[in-house]
T-cell receptor, first 114, second 114 residues
Framework: ETGVTQSPTHLIKTRGQQVTLRCSSQ?????VSWYQQALGQGPQFIFQ???????GRGNFPPRFSGLQFPNYSSELNVNALELDDSALYLC?????????????FGPGTRLTVL | DQQVKQNSPSLSVQEGRISILNCDYT??????FLWYKKYPAEGPTFLIS?????DKNEDGRFTVFLNKSAKHLSLHIVPSQPGDSAVYFC?????????????FGQGTTLQVKP
């Protein structure tokens, strides 16, 4: 069974640029969630995708957008990067339904905005 | 508004003793709770979960206790091992809602001394 993978591992961008982060979900999972983790904080929910549609969004501006593909993999896009966007971006996959909510995380993408 | 709080930033215990990590929440709609462990440069690893219809769940050395009236949960690790040294996050979700987003606490750094 393949776990959650993310690419790239590290990324350096400058303010105003755009970035795309990628995530492959765990086999058998149909839901992908994205989180932002700032240094010394817990992960913060950005949004979730289920059946290729956004299924809930946290307190993040519209320049944060995403996609889910038919194979359940996902992308996170961030436009007009700001210095405060520097963080660890985590993708988590899960299976929706069954009264449980265990989400399994990838290793994350470390984004630095200069 | 911090809906999930871990008030102890750090905890140090001796190998073989019990580690108790605490978490408080404010939202009475939360009905599913999880604990994750995180090593540096890795994504969070799922440890154990509990539904609000239970007050205890056990898995090997890990036990989670839920006190709904106090809006408090705790993770017990017995016996503690040096490999348990990591940052521990509690997380909560409201499965009755439309999204499975997880709300995380700030984390507690556990150090287990040999």
């Amino acid at each position: 069974e393949t776990g959650v993978t993310q690419s790239p591992t590290h990324l350096i961008k400058t303010r105003g640029q755009q970035v795309t982060l990628r995530c492959s979900s765990q086999s058998g999972h149909n839901t992908v969630s994205w989180y932002q983790q700032a240094l010394g904080q817990g992960p913060q929910f950005i949004f979730q995708y289920y059946r290729e549609e956004e299924n809930g969004r946290g307190n993040f501006p519209p320049r944060f957008s995403g996609l889910q593909f038919p194979n359940y993999s996902s992308e996170l896009n961030v436009n007009a990067l700001e210095l405060d966007d520097s963080a660890l971006y985590l993708c988590a996959s899960s299976f929706s339904g069954g009264g449980r909510n265990e989400q399994f995380f990838g290793p994350g993408t470390r984004l630095t905005v200069l | 508004d911090q809906q999930v709080k871990q008030n102890s930033p750090s905890l140090s215990v001796q190998e073989g003793r019990i580690s108790i990590l605490n978490c408080d929440y404010t939202n009475s709609m939360f009905d599913y709770f999880l604990w994750y462990k995180k090593y540096p440069a890795e994504g969070p690893t799922f440890l154990i979960s509990i539904s609000s219809i239970k007050d205890k769940n056990e898995d090997g050395r890990f036990t989670v206790f839920l006190n709904k009236s106090a809006k408090h949960l705790s993770l017990h690790i017995v016996p503690s091992q040096p490999g348990d040294s990591a940052v521990y996050f509690c997380a909560a979700s409201a499965l009755g809602g439309n999204t499975g987003k997880l709300i995380f606490g700030q984390g507690t750094t556990l150090q287990v001394k040999p």
